[in-house]
Nanobody
Framework: VQLQASGGGLVQAGGSLRLSCAVT????????IGWFRQAPGKEREGIVC?????????TDFAAVQNRFSISRDSAKNTGSLQINSLKPEDTAVYYC???????????????????WGKGTQVTVSS
């Protein structure tokens, strides 16, 4: 399984960004896609995931802020993360990840997934 995240870059505060993730190697198996981030000096944290049926699960901070949205195109084996109203504290390396699971992904959002991409840097300037 391989994942490739793209779409990061330098963005001004208040702007939006859409990250993409290309997934290969699962064949016909069901899998969830998740997005995580790691800011400098901080631990990695989960943001949101979407399972094979399209159900979405947010971590508490993402749900409260209501600035993150996730989608996937199962036919193309891609996923995306939309971040709106970007803040300097959103500066981090963003990772897409995937986990072979039929339904649900909230547990994997907390404890991590089996397969990870290399990450894409998002820098938000004030």
């Amino acid at each position: 399984v391989q994942l490739q995240a793209s779409g990061g870059g330098l963005v001004q505060a208040g702007g939006s960004l859409r990250l993409s993730c290309a997934v290969t190697g699962f064949g016909s198996d069901a899998y969830a896609i998740g997005w995580f981030r790691q800011a400098p000096g901080k631990e990695r944290e989960g943001i949101v995931c979407i399972d094979s049926g399209g159900d979405k699960y947010f971590t508490d901070f993402a749900a409260v802020q209501n600035r993150f949205s996730i989608s996937r195109d199962s036919a193309k084996n891609t996923g995306s993360l939309q971040i709106n109203s970007l803040k300097p504290e959103d500066t981090a390396v963003y990772y897409c990840a995937a986990h072979r699971v039929g339904h649900g992904c909230s547990t994997q959002l907390i404890y991590g997934m089996d397969h990870w991409g290399k990450g894409t840097q998002v820098t938000v300037s004030s």
